[in-house]
């Protein structure tokens, strides 16, 4: 999330009440998770075995709970809460905002798009030319939506993300301040939930086609042209290359990356990453003719219990 003018290192320590290293003047432009920050941002880490690799992030100011030598050309902020902290200066600079409006007044919609009766379209949403959203459909604060898209009923578009800390009291939000991006011509089924990223983008490329009753987590990329069947349910933080196809029933978890034209069979669980241009079964995903032997050793395990 970009901050909607540069902030000052002294004025986002104030705002914490945390220490800090670094010039009073030091620029900030935005916060961001490690797996999506840029430079100018901030990133927090509260365990030291994330500690190298924030403090040698693109991020140009580390939100830290602990003093550590300051890595040369970035900032510190030191607190005793990161993640606290971190959804503060989030919400200090994205508030919730409830919705009143069904449509609200600052949504912008292209010509000859159209929207179904019970549709509700939050604030600072963009809509493309000649889209057609089904009755019953949400869609939350600043999405954007391209051209010739096509949304089925029920679906919503930028619920918050699911991830929390847990506490000796319970569990702790953060807080999104994210958005989604459909790209043109991209078709959604019915009763799909694809959540808004945390801080930054989550994204359906061009060209993409989504089954009903589909679940993509925050901040996942998902590249053009995709076939995503039924039931599917993908992780946040995951980037899906170009042209993947994946089958009804499919679970992918968080920070996963799939290759280019790589194919998942329905009902298959992938627990880490896979190359492109391959066909995955099984759980934990394998490669097809890997699958295929085990299955037809597994076949013949009465067969050999048999001649004992």
């Given at each position: 999330?970009?901050?909607?003018?540069?902030?000052?290192?002294?004025?986002?320590?104030?705002?914490?009440?945390?220490?800090?290293?670094?010039?009073?003047?030091?620029?900030?432009?935005?916060?961001?998770?490690?797996h999506?920050?840029?430079?100018?941002?901030?990133?927090?880490v509260?365990?030291?075995?994330?500690?190298?690799?924030?403090?040698?992030?693109?991020?140009?100011?580390?939100?830290?709970?602990?003093?550590?030598?300051?890595?040369?050309?970035?900032?510190?902020?030191?607190?005793?809460?990161?993640?606290?902290?971190f959804?503060?200066?989030?919400?200090?600079?994205?508030?919730?905002?409830?919705?009143?409006?069904?449509?609200?007044?600052?949504?912008?919609?292209?010509?000859?798009?159209?929207i179904?009766?019970?549709?509700?379209?939050?604030?600072?949403?963009?809509?493309?030319k000649?889209?057609?959203?089904?009755?019953?459909?949400?869609?939350?604060?600043?999405?954007?939506?391209?051209?010739?898209?096509?949304?089925?009923?029920?679906?919503?578009l930028?619920?918050?993300?699911?991830?929390?800390?847990?506490?000796?009291?319970?569990?702790?939000k953060?807080?999104?301040?994210?958005?989604?991006?459909?790209?043109?011509?991209?078709e959604?089924?019915?009763?799909?939930?694809?959540?808004?990223?945390?801080?930054?983008?989550t994204?359906?490329?061009?060209?993409?086609?989504?089954?009903?009753?589909?679940q993509?987590?925050?901040?996942?990329?998902?590249?053009?042209q995709?076939?995503?069947?039924s039931?599917v349910?993908?992780?946040?933080?995951?980037?899906?290359?170009?042209?993947?196809?994946?089958?009804?029933?499919?679970?992918?978890?968080?920070?996963?990356?799939?290759?280019?034209?790589?194919?998942?069979?329905?009902?298959?669980?992938?627990?880490?990453?896979?190359?492109?241009?391959?066909?995955?079964?099984?759980?934990?995903?394998?490669e097809?003719?890997?699958?295929?032997?085990?299955?037809?050793?597994?076949?013949?395990?009465?067969?050999?219990?048999?001649?004992?």
């Amino acid at each position: 999330m970009r901050f909607p003018r540069p902030q000052t290192l002294k004025h986002i320590a104030d705002l914490i009440q945390a220490q800090y290293m670094g010039d009073d003047d030091f620029p900030i432009l935005g916060i961001n998770e490690i797996h999506r920050v840029e430079k100018g941002d901030i990133v927090f880490v509260d365990h030291p075995k994330y500690y190298d690799k924030a403090l040698n992030s693109a991020a140009t100011v580390v939100l830290i709970n602990k003093e550590v030598a300051c890595p040369v050309d970035k900032a510190l902020l030191i607190s005793d809460d990161p993640f606290r902290d971190f959804v503060k200066i989030g919400q200090h600079f994205m508030p919730f905002q409830p919705t009143n409006e069904v449509i609200a007044s600052d949504a912008l919609i292209g010509e000859g798009t159209h929207i179904s009766p019970q549709v509700v379209i939050g604030k600072d949403v963009h809509i493309g030319k000649g889209c057609y959203i089904h009755p019953n459909v949400t869609i939350g604060d600043r999405t954007v939506l391209g051209d010739h898209v096509i949304i089925h009923s029920g679906t919503v578009l930028g619920g918050d993300a699911f991830y929390y800390k847990k506490r000796e009291t319970g569990f702790d939000k953060l807080k999104s301040v994210g958005n989604v991006v459909i790209e043109d011509e991209v078709e959604i089924g019915a009763n799909c939930t694809i959540d808004r990223g945390v801080t930054a983008t989550t994204l359906i490329g061009k060209g993409t086609k989504m089954d009903n009753q589909i679940q993509i987590g925050h901040d996942t990329i998902v590249g053009e042209q995709c076939l995503i069947a039924s039931q599917v349910g993908i992780a946040g933080c995951c980037n899906i290359g170009n042209e993947v196809i994946i089958w009804g029933q499919a679970g992918i978890t968080s920070n996963v990356s799939i290759g280019n034209k790589a194919v998942i069979s329905a009902k298959s669980g992938v627990s880490k990453s896979l190359e492109g241009g391959k066909l995955y079964m099984g759980t934990p995903a394998e490669e097809g003719k890997s699958a295929y032997k085990k299955y037809i050793l597994l076949n013949r395990l009465p067969e050999l219990f048999n001649k004992k």
